[in-house]
């Protein structure tokens, strides 16, 4: 009789899961990145990890990012909608060690995005906080929050680099609109986030290719100025028509910061 137990034979469709799982747990990870977790938790070798994302990129479950989110993987809503209905399928102890390593690395991933906030000076009975992600020399996402609430400052303070990952995912994959945003131009990105008025978006021109979006939102006393860095002229019109036809995004964004 053979010593110890035979190897538990994990199916395509459950590797597969389990590189969702991990993409969904850490927020924001490129391939590279993504590899020394799968590694380290001994889920499948370099080369199947490859040839299943590249399956998870054909069927639409996941999508890779352009420009200052070069390479990066999101779950689209075909990969969540799979994650959600078969997730229970993986034994419930790789799904711990992945849920439980994820966080820590997660944080590690991070501090390489340079993930900042600060308080600014707000008008008396109203607080304000600026959130930046940034990995180049212009920021990825600049969020400024405007709001009556001090708690609800506060919780972003905490929770934003908890959920600054999360953010972005929404925002770069929000659906398309029919047509490009008419932003008015702005010299700089300040200028643009300083102008942007809800209805009456901004842009900001960089050397090169690069554009930023800039955008205000409103829901309540609260108000969210949003840029966005993207590599064209023509998709920052794009995003920015995106998020004025995205239905109760205000309102979602401030949950996803208040409540971690």
Request: proline share 5%; with cysteine; net charge negative.
């Amino acid at each position: 009789m053979p010593e110890g137990f035979a190897k538990r034979h994990i199916s395509d469709a459950e590797n597969r899961l389990r590189l969702l799982l991990c993409i969904d747990a850490l927020g924001l990870c490129t391939r590279e990145e993504l590899w020394p977790f799968v590694a380290k938790l001994e889920l499948m070798e370099y080369m199947p990890m490859c040839l299943y994302l590249d399956e998870l990129l054909r069927d639409g479950s996941l999508m890779e990012g352009q420009h200052a989110v070069q390479g990066v993987l999101f779950l689209t809503g075909g990969g969540r909608e799979a994650l959600e209905l078969f997730e229970r399928r993986m034994p419930r102890s790789d799904r711990d060690r992945i849920l439980l390593a994820a966080p820590r690395y997660a944080a590690q991933l991070s501090e390489k995005r340079q993930i900042r906030t600060a308080y600014e000076l707000a008008d008396k009975g109203r607080y304000r906080l600026s959130c930046s992600v940034t990995e180049g020399e212009q920021p990825t996402l600049f969020l400024r929050l405007d709001t009556d609430s001090k708690r609800l400052c506060e919780a972003a303070s905490r929770h934003f680099r908890h959920c600054a990952a999360r953010l972005i995912t929404r925002l770069y994959t929000l659906p398309p609109a029919a047509e490009p945003a008419r932003p008015h131009l702005a010299d700089n990105l300040e200028e643009a986030l300083n102008t942007a008025r809800p209805g009456d978006p901004a842009l900001c021109l960089f050397g090169g290719q690069e554009a930023a979006g800039a955008v205000c939102l409103r829901t309540g006393q609260t108000k969210l100025f949003l840029s966005l860095l993207l590599g064209r002229e023509q998709d920052a019109r794009q995003w920015l028509a995106s998020v004025e036809h995205a239905e109760g995004l205000a309102a979602e964004l401030t949950a996803l910061l208040r409540d971690l």
